[in-house]
């Protein structure tokens, strides 16, 4: 089945460090891309989204590009803030088939002043 | 805020009880998704409703089951609860953008604890 692949946490860095969470996955047709985030006691809120090979989702400061040829959704921002502090999921959907979402493990970041 | 509500909050119940969480989507889309959030097994799809019908089916056990009415909230029915059901369960809706691709948005879950 499909699946995805993010880097053990946690990830501890000072504030305006670079930030990198690598995804990878395993998966076949057209997909959805995405990066969720969780800040503590809340919900999932979607961060960024790609929808075909070599686009690049961006918000917030954070960027992902879609690299089909690496079959990688790699999470960058170049000055993390303390506000970053939170949980990052990767997930994927298959286009046109059922849109549920599969997710990564997570990966908890902590930003320090 | 996403729009996506969900009550209870918290669930606090013992084993062997019933209970039943509940999801209204953003207002417009037709689609529901429940999840579940343990620590063991991380975030897992359980099940999907579109328009009042059952569309697509994840790691759900028996014990569990959901419903979408006419006017288009969810219920997810959890029984005979187990130590292991302990958990947050999410509930998505989608936004369609276009070409078969789909964006969902979470409301901020129901925790159950289950003693």
């Known amino acids: 089945g499909n699946s995805v692949t993010q880097m053990e946490g946690p990830v501890t860095l000072s504030e305006e460090a670079f930030l990198t969470i690598n995804c990878t996955y395993t998966?076949?047709?057209?997909?959805?891309l995405f990066w969720y985030v969780q800040y503590p006691g809340e919900g999932l809120q979607l961060l960024l989204k790609?929808?075909?090979?070599?686009d690049k989702g961006s918000n917030k400061g954070f960027e992902a590009t879609y690299r089909k040829e690496t079959t990688s959704f790699h999470l960058e921002k170049g000055s993390v803030q303390v506000s970053d502090s939170a949980v990052y999921f990767c997930?994927?959907?298959?286009?046109?088939?059922?849109?549920?979402?599969?997710f990564g493990k997570g990966t908890k970041l902590t930003v320090n002043p | 805020d996403s729009g996506v509500t969900q009550t209870p909050k918290h669930l606090i119940t013992a084993t062997g009880q019933r209970v039943t969480l509940r999801c209204s989507p953003r207002?417009?889309?037709?689609?529901v998704y429940w999840y579940q959030q343990s620590l063991d097994q991380g975030l897992q799809f359980l099940i999907q409703?579109?328009?009042?019908?059952?569309?697509a089916k994840g790691n759900i056990l028996e014990r569990f089951s959901a419903q979408q009415f006419p006017d288009l909230h969810s219920e997810l029915n959890l029984s005979s609860l187990e130590l292991g059901d302990s958990a947050l369960y999410f509930c998505?809706?989608?936004?369609?953008?276009?070409?078969?691709?789909?964006?969902?948005?979470f409301g901020p879950g129901t925790r159950l604890t289950v003693t």
């Open positions: 207002s417009g889309d037709l689609s």
């Open positions: 997930a994927l959907s298959v286009q046109g088939g059922s849109e549920k979402l599969v």
């Open positions: 409703y579109y328009n009042g019908e059952e569309r």
């Open positions: 998966a076949t047709g057209y997909l959805s």
């Open positions: 998505a809706s989608s936004v369609d953008m276009g070409q078969g691709a789909y964006e969902q948005y």
């Open positions: 790609a929808t075909k090979a070599d």
